[in-house]
């Protein structure tokens, strides 16, 4: 770089986000440990912390073209791209194997920016909620959550840089989505954004991508950091159950339109268009076409995904009373839009003490010693 060429102070400013967080920070001088569900999932954390960089074999080498050819399930956006091509006058219309092979690949890589940015967005509100909580216990267990979540952030990132290429940038949608929490000055809207909602898309998420891949780095990765999330979804549903039966009808209304906004009005979810501007095609000129191919084949690439996710969201909402407060306002809406047959889906409230994958491993390495 020649001394022309430095970054200006543009090209700094673009390299950071700004958010303001109207939230106050509590200081408490009530160290009493008296939140025993907290304090048992605190130990738990520490016991099952893991280690970047000696409990995961980074010297394992990574062909991304036979990561993606070993798929035991074949990529959504690859799926829909496949059936785009058969469409008259499509711009996909030539593509050979290499090219689905190399779309697999970006959209890989697509998925993966995601899971990172929202990792670095998880993290900077689990350091909230270390501010904003005003109980002990909590400020203990959100601090460990904290140092999961750097620990996650780190390790996609890495993944993505050593084994994979360059990252995507983050979607508008988790963008507007996490920001909201950050600016947000109710400590409990952090709690219901972050670990009932995002991390019951995280959990979704990681899980399809794990099903999907037989790459042994990227599979041991995802079981460790899936072990952590299942820890921090039961810190938000055993945090928000002691602290809304003391809110008021309006406050629970407002936490009621939190979630119909976040999950029914807010449903459109954002395709990634840098894809395929590096597959080299305008996505303007493709995109008429995966519509037209989705609708006729009747594809719809995020459904079984929706399905996972709120099968993970609907059930820990219920036991915050969320469903059935303000005359089941709640449970009326989601209702029509057929969410509650997922009522009593999983239950990763306490999915946490049975996923434990690192412990699993611990103890599997002792006996065989
Ligand atoms: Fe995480
Ligand atoms: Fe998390």
Redesign the pocket.
């Known amino acids: 770089m020649t001394a022309t060429e430095l970054p200006g102070r543009a090209e700094v400013d673009a390299s950071i986000k700004v958010v303001h967080d109207n939230a106050d920070r509590f200081f408490l001088w009530n160290y009493e440990r008296n939140r025993g569900q907290l304090v048992t999932l605190y130990n738990k954390a520490m016991a099952s912390q893991w280690n970047s960089v000696t409990d995961l074999d980074w010297s394992i080498n990574v062909d991304p073209e036979e990561l993606v050819a070993t798929s035991p399930q074949q990529n959504a956006t690859v799926e829909l791209a496949r059936a785009a091509a058969e469409e008259p006058g499509s711009p996909l219309r030539n593509w050979s194997e290499k090219e689905f092979s190399q779309l697999a690949i970006e959209a890989l890589k697509a998925s993966l920016s995601q899971f990172m940015h929202g990792?670095q967005g998880?993290m900077i509100v689990?350091a909230k909620i270390v501010e904003t909580v005003p109980w002990i216990d909590a400020k203990y267990y959100a601090s460990t959550?904290t140092m999961?979540?750097a620990r996650?952030t780190e390790v996609f990132a890495k993944y993505l840089h050593t084994k994979l290429g360059e990252a995507y940038p983050m979607s508008p949608f988790l963008d507007a989505q996490i920001t909201a929490l950050i600016e947000d000055s109710r400590w409990d809207v952090a709690y219901l954004g972050?670990?009932i909602v995002i991390?019951s898309l995280?959990l979704a998420a990681f899980g399809r991508m794990l099903r999907s891949t037989e790459e042994p780095l990227l599979k041991k990765l995802l079981r460790y950091v899936m072990s952590?999330?299942a820890r921090?979804?039961a810190f938000g549903v055993i945090s928000l159950s002691e602290y809304y039966p003391e809110l008021t009808d309006t406050e629970l209304k407002e936490r009621q339109e939190f979630l119909l906004e976040n999950t029914l009005r807010n449903r459109s979810r954002s395709t990634t268009p840098e894809i395929w501007e590096r597959m080299g095609v305008n996505p303007d000129a493709v995109v008429p076409y995966l519509r037209a191919a989705a609708e006729k084949r009747d594809l719809n690439p995020f459904q079984s995904f929706q399905h996972g996710f709120f099968a993970k969201l609907v059930p820990n909402v219920r036991k915050l009373g969320l469903l059935d407060a303000n005359n089941g306002y709640l449970r009326e809406r989601w209702g029509e839009a057929g969410l509650l047959q997922f009522e009593f889906a999983d239950d990763t409230g306490s999915d946490y003490e049975s996923y434990d994958e690192v412990a699993k491993d611990r103890a599997a390495a002792e006996t065989s010693d």
């Open positions: 990792e998880a689990a959550q999961d979540e996650h972050m670990q991390e995280a952590d999330e921090h979804v």
